[in-house]
Structures are given as structure tokens and as C-alpha cells.
């Protein structure tokens, strides 16, 4: 089991696989670049190395300064919790080959997620539905022109290696196909190294569900329902929810049961997700995201499942504390992402709370909200019996946030939620656009 824990990362995920680890009795390490020196997860910790200049390349993602911290503090462990070096399968492997335990997949799974063309492929060879496209990487122009005229237009055009919506461009128009393959390869080469592109057929305005999934060595795996993040602004999540107002209990016990199907087949041990786009009755696999997800409290909420526990449990070789059986879906839950708009200083901070309410955040008085790295300061979750009650429960809760000395998303988050579009659910990936009345 593990004794030592090291949370190669920062803000309030660091902040919360460090609460875990002190009801689990694991000493919790924590990492910090110069500009976190004086972070919450820094004073939370059992210990606290800094690893380097504020720049991420020197610190969060320089993989020989945060093993080092590792052998040096006596943790027997890494986690590598969301974004940075999660799912860089070269650094789970440099990890495993200093002896420690990586609290995720294997650097071999790892790899061949990581690669969405390959990713793709194996799901369609276990049965997993997919969007219609490619058969792997696209290498010409050619090429591409008959993939198009065989599946039709519209067709989106995608990073192998991508995430966050880089190198990830739409084609309305034949004749745009040669400059947004040049131009999607590019971004993609200067965003993961790669320039290796894939083509599908655009689903358009979709709904984005994910289904959540624990698994250990022993062969065991559970899914855990779904989560509904069509809510986003460029391919960045802004809202999450579970259950999903368009799945059907028919729906998610197919999506559930490929999902399972496709983690037992590949050797996966952890936590990760599996995504979906839905269009009416049909879903169809996406990629899977190889590490705990910023939107897991939503699951946490409806399950009562402390997910990150049971990644660290099955990390260490243990078996899950649950079975499929086990698993009860309970009302409804949202998280809100509370992002900052500019860098700076908080002056005060008070934190929503109440019936059902929770906040992951790593904010504090006069904590510094730094220019070098991601903009998520706090999110917020509710659980509440129904969707209606739930909204309204969110509402109170962002009206009761304070942040003030660092402009953050409050206003924009409220106006989402109480959207007539979003109150009735009747929306897609293009919701944002739809209410803020751009186009395409």
C-alpha cells in the first residue's frame, strides 16, 4: 500500500488528493514552483519541495526535478493529478523505472490513448461505436478529398495527439480542405510535437457525455454514469451535470457497458473517462481521458464514491471497495468552473456553502492568483433531488461567492444557468455561441 504520496501539480487539485491522503494516513508531499511558494497545497502538505522558476517547462513539467523531489522526500508514490505531465506516458514510465508507483495507467496504456487515431481504432475493435471517418492518420490531400466526398460534409479534422481543442479545425468546404490540413497540422505540431492528423464526420451541435470509470489490477471495473459537459467555450469546459438531461437509463447502461468493455480489454487500472458525443439516440466514442478529470466532484456527489481514494487504492494494488451493484446514482449534481479573467492578488475570499454545496479551490485571503498557469481558481458543486432544484441551488451558491482583488466568471456562469435554453436542456456543444448570438 502506499505510505508517501508525492502530487506532482498545483492548485486546488493538489488541494484535493491532499485532503484524501490525510483521511487515508498518507503522507502527502506537495510540489511548488516560485510563484506558489505561498499556494494553499503548500501549507496543507506534510512537506513541500520547490522544484523550480515559476515557467511550467522549469517546474510542473521538468519530470527530473519532480522525481527527484520524490526520492528525496522518502514517498514511495507519485500522482500526477489533472493537466501537465497526467498523461505523458513517458513520464509514467520514468516513474515506474525509479521504483515508485504511478497512480495511473500503465505508460504502455498511456501511449496508446494518448494517440487518438490508435485510441479510435481500439475502441472500434471492441465493439465501442464510432464517428465515421479516417481509417487512421491522414497523410495527403488526396486522400482527404476522398474521405470527404465517401462520409460528406461537414468533416472535422483532428490532432492525433490533441486535447483542448488544438489542432482541431472544421471543414464546411471542399476547397478548404488543403489550408486547413496545413494549417490544424501545424498547430498541432507546435502544440504536442505531432502533426499527425485524423479526419471524422462533424456531428454538428452534439451533445459531449462522459462516462466516469474506476479500475483496478485485479481486473475489475466499474463505471460510475455520466457526466454532460456540452457547456463549453472553445472546446474548455465551463459546466458540468449528471445525470445528463438527454441519456435515458437504456442509453447510459450501453454507454456504460461499451465503456467497461473497452477498459477491461485494454489492462486499465485507475480512474478515467471515456467520452461520447450523443446525436438523438446514437452515441459515439471520442477519447478517453487517462486520469482523474477536473469535473469528477460532480460524480463524487451522486455516488458518495471518493474517486480519487480509489485510484490511489487501485494504484497500490488493492481491489475496489465497490462492484457495479454497488453503485447508486442519487438525484442531480453541477459544477460550475469558477475561472479567473486576469492575474492578482485576492483581498478576500469567502467560499458558498450550505445544504449540499462544495468548493474545490486552492483560494485564500491574499492568495496570489498567478499570470503563468491555468486560469481555474474554484469550482463549485451541488447535489440537489432534481435538475430544477439544483439550478436553483447553484444560483444561491454563486450568489454567495466573493472573490475580490481578481475578476473571475461569476456574472457569466449565473446567465448560463438561468438560460431559458439551459433550464429546458435543450442544447449542444454550440450553446455558448447560440446565447451569445455568434455563428459558425
Known amino acids: 500500500m502506499i505510505k508517501s504520496l508525492l502530487i506532482a501539480n498545483r492548485g486546488e487539485i493538489t488541494v484535493r488528493v491532499i485532503r484524501t491522503c490525510k483521511e487515508m494516513g498518507i503522507r502527502a508531499v506537495a510540489v511548488y514552483s516560485e510563484a506558489d511558494r505561498n499556494s494553499l497545497g503548500v501549507r496543507m502538505a506534510d512537506e513541500a519541495v520547490c522544484i523550480g522558476p515559476p515557467a511550467s517547462r522549469d517546474s510542473y513539467l521538468n519530470q527530473n526535478n519532480l522525481i527527484s523531489a520524490a526520492v528525496l522526500t522518502g514517498c514511495d508514490a507519485i500522482h500526477p493529478g489533472v493537466g501537465f505531465l497526467a498523461e505523458r506516458a513517458d513520464f509514467a514510465e520514468r516513474v515506474i523505472n525509479e521504483g515508485l508507483i504511478f497512480v495511473g495507467p500503465s505508460p504502455e496504456v498511456i501511449r496508446l490513448l494518448g494517440d487518438k487515431v490508435q485510441a479510435k481504432d481500439t475502441a472500434k475493435k471492441y465493439g465501442v461505436p464510432v464517428i465515421p471517418g479516417s481509417d487512421g492518420a491522414v497523410s495527403d ?137 450523443v446525436e438523438g439516440d446514437n452515441f459515439y466514442f471520442m477519447e478517453v481521458n487517462a486520469r482523474v478529470q477536473v469535473e469528477h466532484p460532480v460524480t463524487e456527489m451522486i455516488t458518495g464514491i471518493d474517486i480519487i481514494r480509489e485510484q490511489i487504492l487501485a494504484a497500490g494494488g488493492a481491489k475496489l471497495s465497490v462492484t457495479q451493484d454497488d453503485i447508486d446514482l442519487k438525484g442531480y449534481a453541477m459544477e460550475c468552473r469558477i475561472n479567473a479573467k486576469s492575474p492578482g492578488k485576492v483581498k478576500s475570499y469567502y467560499a458558498p456553502s450550505g445544504f449540499n454545496t462544495r468548493v474545490d479551490s486552492f483560494l485564500f485571503n491574499n492568495a496570489e492568483v498567478s499570470p503563468f498557469y491555468d486560469s481555474l481558481v474554484a469550482k463549485i458543486i451541488v447535489k440537489a433531488d432534481t435538475r430544477e432544484e439544483g439550478i436553483a441551488r447553484m444560483l444561491r451558491a454563486l450568489d454567495e461567492l466573493e472573490i475580490d ?36
Open 405 to 440: 482583488g481578481v475578476a473571475v466568471n461569476t456574472e457569466e456562469q449565473k446567465k448560463i444557468i438561468a438560460h431559458p435554453l439551459f433550464r429546458n436542456g435543450d442544447f449542444g456543444t454550440d450553446f455558448i455561441n447560440r446565447i451569445e448570438g455568434g455563428d459558425r
Open 141 to 277: 490531400v488526396e486522400e482527404a478529398k476522398k474521405i470527404v466526398k465517401d462520409i460528406g460534409l461537414p468533416v472535422i479534422v483532428k490532432a492525433a495527439s490533441g486535447g483542448g481543442g488544438k489542432g482541431m479545425r472544421i471543414v464546411w468546404k471542399e476547397e478548404d480542405i488543403e489550408s486547413t490540413l496545413r494549417i490544424a497540422s501545424q498547430e498541432a505540431e507546435s502544440a504536442f510535437s505531432d502533426g499527425t492528423l485524423y479526419i471524422e464526420k462533424y456531428i454538428q451541435n452534439p451533445r459531449h457525455v462522459e462516462i466516469q470509470l474506476l479500475a483496478d489490477s485485479h481486473g475489475n471495473v466499474v463505471h460510475l454514469g455520466e457526466r454532460d459537459c456540452s457547456v463549453q467555450r472553445n472546446h474548455q469546459k465551463l459546466i458540468e451535470e449528471s445525470p445528463s438531461p438527454v441519456v435515458s437509463d437504456e442509453m447510459r447502461k450501453r454507454m456504460g457497458e461499451s465503456a467497461v468493455r473497452l477498459f477491461k480489454e485494454i489492462g486499465y487500472v485507475g480512474a478515467g473517462t471515456v467520452e461520447f458525443l
